[in-house]
Structure formats: structure tokens, C-alpha cells
């Protein structure tokens, strides 16, 4: 049996698929890398040190892929992605202090854990809640147009509140409308400090925070989130290596496949309506929570059964939501052909 670095071929073209499915939400959403590589890889048999330095080490790959097509597609904000950078990092530095402060006081992984699941399962509710309330295509409606004025559109209400604030100096982003950059580098600092204190990369905290208090527009915020995490990604994933975690038996095929499937998700966000975008980035948060949850709950009463359970409703709700995206995608590739052949014939 063919082997890649001592590992079957049946393992590789696993490995393959899931980093397929996994580069679809990636550059789909900017988020979903290690939120579910790491717990795979853990249930699967790997090392902790091993499954996080692999994880990070594809999340810097797929990033890097993603971010290109964005890049291409013009919804990438470099001069946003900067200022976040500079926000988080000091938001992380923080986060970590009051996590080791918990770890010295024996309540870090309680308290980290339930945090974990009320965030992530609140922001999926929100996210939903929201998306459905407008009618699936709340929001900003307005296209990517760095020149346009769109001071007066419909984003979300706490964004408008923000903007609202003219404390020079103000910053155009993106989208034609401006910001204060105290108000980016504060709205980066609290994502940073939420992604420190967790001890996460933060993706499903970026994005919404990118459209719900900055105002951008989601497949911007998509494509900014994924060029900051090409640098979180990368510096991460290049301290593991220097220690030798970085498994490349698990990173090649993994990348593999995410190679043709980060381009797939980012191309669908131009195609795929706004709502739907967000209807589908909430479910995902709220699986992503009941399966952290039952993982928490299989360590506490040591069952190791609700492990498998827990993964199995990672990749259930992988192959869920990039099933949806990929067929919304199809079908708003297949009305635009329509309507040109409508047109053509008139």
C-alpha cells in the first residue's frame, strides 16, 4: 500500500477530503481551521502539542491560499486588517495574563470551558437571529466600492453607533465610510482580549465584529479576518516548528485539499447572499458549541464515547454547512446564467 511519510493511503485520502471540506468554510466564513482540525486530530489519537502545531500550521496555509482569492475579488482591507492586528495583539497579551491568573487559581479550564460554549454558542444565536429577523439579508446590501458613500445604508444598528463617533483621526475603509481609529483599535483589543482569554485564534470572534460593530461588509470582513490570520497563523505555526510538532504527514494532504477548497469558499461569498452567509455562519458556531460542550461533558464524567460524539457533530455540521454553501453557490452560478440566456434571447 502506497504510503506519504509512513502514512497509509487510506489515511491520506482522508486527510485529503477533510482538508477539502475545511478550506470550503475557511475561505468561506475565515474561520474553522483548528475549530475543527485540532479536535479531530485529538480524537483521532494525536498528541495535544501535535494536533495544535498542525492545526496551525494548515490554518496558515489555508489562510495564505484564501486570502489570495479574496485578494483577487477585492474584499480584503489591508489598511483594517493592520490596525486589527495591532488591536488583537495587544488584546491577547491581556486575555493571557488574566488566563494564567485563573490557571494559579485552579479554575482556568472550568471557567475557560463554559466561557468557550456561552460565546460561542451566544454568537451563533445572535448571528442567526439576526440574519433571519432582516429576512436572511439584513445588513449591509450595499456592494464593495471604496468610493461610494454609504453613510446612510442599512448596517447594523451598534456599527451606525460607532461610526457615529468622529473622534479624529477618522479612517475610509473599505465599503466608502468612516471610522474612528480609536474605535477600530478598540473593538480589536476587546476581540483580542476574548481570543487571549480563550486561548483561540479568534476567527468566529472577528468576523462578526468586523460587520456588527465596525459595519464592514461581510465578505470583506471575511477576506480581512483571513489576511490577520495569516500572520497569527504564521508566527504560531512557525514557533511550533522550531520545536519540531509540526507533523507534515498530517499538513500535506490536509493542505492538499484545502488548496482547491479555500479557493471554492471564497469565490462562493461573491455569489452567495449576505444573509445566507451569516444564516450558515451561525449554525455552524451553534453545532460547533453543542459539540464542545459534549466533549467537555465526556471529560468531566470520563466517558470517552462522547469524544467520538463530539467529533462526529464537528464534521456532521462541516459537511452540512459546506454542503449549503456549495449548492447555494451552484444555484446563484446557474440564475445568473439564466438570466444572461433570458437576456440574449429579448
Do not use: C, N
Not at 112 to 131: D, K, Q
Amino acid at each position: 500500500m502506497m504510503e506519504l511519510f509512513g502514512v497509509s493511503a487510506t489515511l491520506i485520502a482522508t486527510f485529503v477530503g477533510f482538508g477539502l471540506l475545511i478550506g470550503i468554510l475557511f475561505g468561506f466564513f475565515g474561520m474553522g481551521g483548528s475549530f475543527l482540525v485540532t479536535p479531530a486530530l485529538l480524537v483521532m489519537g494525536y498528541e495535544s502539542t501535535t494536533a495544535v502545531a498542525s492545526g496551525l500550521a494548515f490554518v496558515f496555509g489555508t489562510s495564505v491560499i484564501a486570502t489570495l482569492k479574496h485578494r483577487d475579488l477585492g474584499q480584503v482591507d489591508y489598511k483594517l486588517g493592520v490596525l486589527m492586528i495591532a488591536g488583537t495583539t495587544a488584546g491577547i497579551e491581556v486575555g493571557k495574563i488574566g488566563l494564567e491568573a485563573l490557571q494559579h487559581m485552579g479554575l482556568a479550564d472550568t471557567v475557560v470551558s463554559v466561557a468557550y460554549v456561552f460565546l460561542l454558542g451566544g454568537i451563533g444565536l445572535f448571528v442567526t437571529r439576526e440574519a433571519l429577523k432582516h429576512g436572511g439579508g439584513g445588513g449591509l446590501e450595499h456592494d464593495v466600492d471604496e468610493d461610494a458613500d454609504v453613510e446612510d445604508a442599512d448596517i447594523p444598528e451598534i456599527a451606525q453607533k460607532i461610526q457615529s463617533y468622529r473622534v479624529p483621526p477618522m479612517m475610509k475603509l473599505r465599503g466608502g465610510f468612516r471610522v474612528s481609529l480609536w474605535m477600530i483599535l478598540l473593538v480589536a483589543f476587546a476581540t483580542g482580549l476574548l481570543s487571549g482569554f480563550l486561548g483561540v485564534g479568534g476567527g468566529f470572534i472577528r468576523m462578526p465584529a468586523l460587520f456588527y460593530l465596525i459595519g464592514v461588509p461581510v465578505p470583506v470582513a471575511v477576506g480581512t479576518d483571513l489576511f490577520e490570520i495569516v500572520f497569527s497563523g504564521g508566527i504560531g505555526s512557525f514557533l511550533y516548528a522550531q520545536s519540531g510538532a509540526v507533523d507534515l504527514s498530517i499538513v500535506v494532504p490536509l493542505l492538499s485539499g484545502s488548496a482547491l477548497g479555500a479557493r471554492l469558499g471564497a469565490a462562493a461569498t461573491s455569489l452567495v447572499d449576505e444573509g445566507d452567509i451569516k444564516v450558515y455562519f451561525g449554525v455552524m458556531l451553534l453545532l460547533g458549541a453543542i459539540a464542545v460542550a459534549v466533549r467537555k461533558v465526556g471529560g468531566v464524567f470520563e466517558m470517552p464515547v462522547l469524544d467520538t460524539v463530539s467529533l462526529a457533530i464537528i464534521l456532521g455540521a462541516a459537511l452540512l454547512v459546506s454542503g449549503a454553501v456549495t449548492y447555494s453557490a451552484i444555484r446563484e452560478l446557474r440564475a445568473e446564467a439564466d438570466g444572461r440566456s433570458v437576456a440574449a434571447d429579448v
